[in-house]
């Protein structure tokens, strides 16, 4: 037998253990620290080289200050303003000039229709600064004469509404995770005492990895955001979950075999190991190519989210199995798997190891693998329509999933307001050409109003509002920006460059759509090579890459279907390439435990019962690992996000696509049509005898087949 690192006994066991016990006291201290290390840069979405990134680069350094997050405060009487009306506004505007010491409130704008006014209150600070800040800003509002209605929006109420409607999510989404995790594992292992041995480890993991984002943040020069930090512990949970129900499965199973519960282990190792590994290499790699991404926050995603991927892997092939023979055969209790000599190589054909169900499903497929597959990816194709339903682009009026203030106040703006009144374009240009800029800035085709707002201090730049005819996240809001981007670069000498809510929102979806061209095929092109390394074969990783990539497309078009149903049709920009890194680095994992397993079992009992034998010994185990998965991602829901639910279901909703349908049905029945051709351009030799070379009945290439058994 292989050497594993079980095959030392217990000394190696110990040794395992004290070496975490070291990791876990360096790292652990450092978890606390890694909210510190999340970046609140309201620029962090853009990509790098966007020209509202230069803007707003340019603008700090010739404004200062310019930057801050703005909270627009907006009165109405619906039967008109009042003479006093206006007093109270102007009063409440010296009482927001002292709550922002060092800003300049803006003046009060009168809408067109007389029964409005807005005014503009630069916020300093960041984070729960803001916060505050703004709810002094809305008590000091509230207090106008009777009839008067005053609401504050603006993207310092954004955020400020934001971290208040996410205030406390972090810990509600891990005791969710946590309740989730346990609540499955307690299903699953029947077991009092089994289901806290991998809790306990993931939860570790869990913190470990967090550590080791803090130090990523400070000496790796990483972006680590909250959203990347909340897909960690998502990740580290649900993949570390999975991988100790693989190593648990397969430990059961030879304690069976063995006597010596350390040599058990020895040989559930070494058989799970390689599958895990290459699971956790392909969710990893496929991560790290969102460095590639030109958005801050998505190219941030990947190396902390594949950070929590490596802590977990390590956690569940070191410290879990080292847990596991430590505690001995009692920790199964009450269902102990006891040794006998009698147990059977073919654990599939065992009817008392609740597999009744799965060999029945088994030998349906293998009867008519053809039927089997066909009506399987016709259905895929028809979800796949679905995604229709679906519009790229988050308006700011749709980002929560409660009502807050910011955004019934901005619905207030545009009734009163031309639609970019509460975020205008800002454009920062030349000083020595200002009279051409605003010009040219008032003649583009949906400018309703260009403000000359100040000159720098050394006399270069100036500062110019172009507000918008149309509410600032809509398509003719976007192409107002386009127009006046190439009507404002023709002017000579402006050098004018273009940003602001609108010009961000449009930044942001060309570099989305850049990274889905760039780093879709190259995802596919790492899972494609990891799982030839993996199976030594060619046919059958082509097979599987296409099978996920439909998988894929089905879970977008069933996700389509049910946020228009519920409401929410506007997806960020940035949600295709993150469901398809995550769906299908995390869907082809199940396919990989399957044909991992199939290939073992090819190798002993031939192709076409190798194959559904694999499916029946690895049935409970990988529907198990996928509802534990699907689960643990469907807890973003409770976040207040509309992107933290779209995230959720995609990925909830591919897993169990991949789980129930990909992994069942499609790719055993495609495995058993397609014959020993799947394991081209080799096959496993089985164990019955050594390969023998026959000629082809047609004189063409010869096939290696295994000879007999004796």
């Given amino acids: 037998m292989t050497n594993t690192p079980f095959s030392a006994g217990r000394r190696v066991a110990w040794l395992g253990l004290i070496l975490w016990a070291v990791a876990a006291a360096l790292l652990l201290p450092l978890a606390g620290k890694s909210a510190d290390a999340e970046s609140t840069e ?77 005014v503009a209150v630069p916020v300093p600070g960041r984070g729960a600064e803001v916060g505050a800040t703004v709810e002094r800003i809305r008590e000091e509002a509230s207090r106008g004469p009777a009839g008067l209605r005053a609401a504050v929006t603006g993207s310092a109420a954004v955020e400020a509404d934001g971290d208040a409607a996410g205030s406390g999510v972090e810990t509600t989404l891990l005791a969710v995770t946590v309740a989730v995790v346990a609540v499955l594992l307690l299903v699953t292992y029947r077991s009092p005492v089994l289901w806290l041995v991998p809790l306990v480890v993931v939860g570790l993991a869990s913190q470990v990895a967090a550590g080791v984002a803090y130090l990523l943040s400070r000496h790796a020069g990483v972006t680590v955001t909250e959203s990347g930090s909340t897909v960690m512990l998502i990740l580290v949970f649900g993949a570390g979950t999975d991988y100790a129900l693989l190593v648990i499965a397969r430990y059961r199973e030879e304690l069976r075999r063995h006597r010596d519960r350390y040599a058990a282990m020895a040989v559930a190792w070494r058989r799970s190991f390689p599958a895990i590994l290459a699971s956790a290499a392909t969710v990893a790699v496929g991560l790290l190519c969102l460095l590639l991404a030109r958005s801050n926050d998505v190219r941030g995603i990947g190396p902390v989210a594949a950070a929590g991927i490596a802590v977990a892997f390590v956690a569940m092939t070191t410290l879990l199995p080292v847990l596991l023979v430590l505690l001995g055969r009692w920790v199964f209790w009450p269902f102990v798997p006891r040794y006998s000599a009698d147990t059977p190589a073919d654990t599939s054909a065992d009817p008392g190891r609740g597999r009744r169900a799965w060999r029945r499903l088994a030998d349906a497929i293998g ?48 009734r009163h307001f031309p639609g970019g009144a509460s975020a205008p374009a800002e454009v920062v240009a030349a000083a020595a050409r200002a009279d051409d800029v605003v010009a040219t800035a008032a003649a583009v085709d949906g400018v309703a109003e260009v403000v000359r707002v100040g000159v720098s201090a050394d006399g270069r730049w ?74 030594r074969a060619v046919v059958a990783p082509l097979l599987l890459v296409a099978s996920v990539v439909l998988s894929y497309a089905a879970a977008m078009g069933l996700v389509g279907i049910i946020c228009r149903a519920i409401g929410y049709p506007y997806v960020m920009p940035s949600l295709p390439i993150l469901g398809f890194v995550f769906l299908v680095t995390l869907g082809v994992d199940y396919t990989i435990f399957l044909m991992t397993r199939a290939r073992e079992e090819v190798a002993r009992v031939g192709h076409r019962e190798g194959v559904l034998s694999a499916l029946v010994v690895t049935g409970g185990v990988i529907t198990s690992a996928g509802v ?83």
């Fill in 628 to 710: 534990v998965l699907a689960a643990t991602f469907s807890v973003l829901l409770v976040v207040p996000y509309v992107t933290a639910l779209h995230l959720g279901l995609v990925v909830a909703v591919g897993v169990l696509i991949d789980t129930f349908l990909v992994r069942t049905l499609l790719v055993p029945a495609l495995a058993i049509d397609l014959g020993e051709r799947v394991w081209w351009p080799a096959r496993p030799v089985t164990a019955a005898g050594p390969p023998t070379v026959r000629s082809a009945p047609d004189g063409g290439r010869p096939r290696i087949r295994s000879a007999p058994a004796p």
């Fill in 42 to 118: 309201a620029a962090g979405a853009l990509p790098r080289d966007a020209e509202t990134a230069r803007a707003l680069d340019r603008a700090r350094s010739a404004f200062p200050g310019s930057d801050l997050p703005v909270a627009v405060v907006v009165y109405v009487r619906e039967a008109g303003l009042t003479a006093d009306d206006r007093a109270a506004v102007e009063a409440h505007r010296s009482t927001f000039a002292t709550l922002v010491a060092g800003s300049s409130v803006g003046r009060a704008v009168d809408s067109d229709d007389g029964k409005a006014v807005l």
């Fill in 462 to 535: 100036v500062r110019v509002d172009a507000v918008l005819r149309h509410p600032p996240d809509s398509a003719a809001a976007k192409a107002t920006v386009e127009r006046l981007r190439a009507a404002l670069h023709a002017v000579p000498g402006a050098d004018a460059l273009v940003g602001g809510g609108t010009a961000a929102a449009l930044d942001t979806e060309r570099g989305a759509s850049r990274d889905n061209r760039l780093l879709i095929p190259l995802i596919l092109l790492v899972v494609f090579a990891v799982l030839v390394l993996l199976l």
């Fill in 367 to 414: 009867r008519r693998p053809r039927v089997v597959w066909t009506v399987t990816t016709l259905v895929l194709v028809g979800l796949t329509l679905g995604v229709f339903g679906l519009r790229l682009g988050q308006p700011v009026d749709r980002m929560f999933t409660t009502e807050v203030e910011s955004v019934t106040a901005l619905r207030t703006v545009e």
